[in-house]
């Protein structure tokens, strides 16, 4: 049997509020990460803030709701988070959400196996069906990660986001457990 939260190079951690807080504190600074990660204009916050408004996020979720740190192997450093939210139990549903914090942790495949490792859950532990997510059209790294772990491209909304003068859509995207049992064979 597989160890559930850890793959060849990342594994889920838990989610701590204070040092993910920190953590997002310098991520921030870096406005190109600030804009990946939401759609609204990317404002700055201490850490003691940040810290604050996660533990609140997290204490106010439901139990549906998994929230992760991402953690290397070589050195247990904090590179980000995942969420994974069952949106609905009936329709066995969830949405997830990443995020990758340092310019020097992106495109080393940390988020693409952290998202695999999140579909294992997914998919084998909580019994879901079917797994979404969003995606800014300016980010085809993200996209090109998101297709390698399975997700394929579903929707869009045209237009809504501005960025430098420039509209943008957002992407939706998602993997079905067929689809995910078929591409990962017997290796679970």
Same mark, same amino acid.
Do not use: C
């Given at each position: 049997?597989?160890? =559930?939260?850890?793959?060849?190079?990342?594994?889920?951690?838990?989610?701590?509020?204070?040092?993910?807080?920190?953590?997002?504190?310098?991520?921030?600074?870096?406005?190109?990460?600030?804009?990946?990660?939401?759609?609204?204009?990317?404002?700055?916050?201490?850490?003691?803030?940040?810290?604050?408004?996660?533990?609140?996020?997290?204490?106010?979720?439901?139990?549906?709701?998994?929230?992760?740190?991402?953690?290397?192997?070589?050195?247990?450093?904090?590179?980000?988070?995942?969420?994974?939210?069952v949106t609905s139990w009936n329709h066995?549903?969830?949405?997830?959400?990443?995020?990758?914090?340092?310019?020097?942790?992106?495109?080393?495949?940390?988020?693409?196996?952290? =998202?695999?490792?999140?579909?294992?859950?997914?998919? =084998?532990?909580?019994?879901?069906?079917?797994?979404?997510?969003?995606?800014?059209?300016?980010?085809?790294?993200?996209?090109?990660?998101?297709?390698?772990?399975?997700?394929?491209?579903?929707?869009?909304?045209?237009?809504?986001?501005?960025?430098?003068?420039?509209?943008?859509?957002?992407?939706?995207?998602?993997?079905?457990?067929?689809?995910?049992?078929?591409?990962?064979?017997?290796k679970n």
């Amino acid at each position: 049997m597989n160890d =559930l939260f850890r793959g060849e190079r990342v594994r889920l951690s838990a989610f701590d509020p204070e040092e993910l807080g920190k953590a997002y504190a310098r991520w921030n600074t870096d406005s190109e990460f600030a804009r990946l990660l939401d759609g609204v204009a990317p404002r700055l916050h201490s850490a003691k803030a940040i810290g604050k408004f996660l533990e609140k996020e997290v204490e106010d979720q439901p139990p549906a709701a998994h929230y992760f740190g991402i953690r290397t192997l070589t050195d247990d450093r904090l590179v980000g988070d995942l969420e994974l939210d069952v949106t609905s139990w009936n329709h066995r549903d969830a949405f997830v959400g990443i995020g990758l914090g340092s310019r020097d942790d992106w495109g080393r495949g940390y988020g693409t196996e952290a =998202l695999r490792l999140a579909l294992r859950f997914a998919f =084998l532990e909580l019994g879901l069906r079917r797994v979404s997510l969003t995606v800014f059209e300016y980010n085809p790294r993200a996209v090109r990660s998101y297709e390698k772990a399975g997700f394929r491209l579903e929707g869009r909304m045209r237009q809504i986001l501005n960025r430098e003068g420039r509209r943008w859509d957002v992407l939706y995207m998602a993997i079905l457990k067929d689809e995910w049992m078929e591409q990962n064979g017997n290796k679970n």
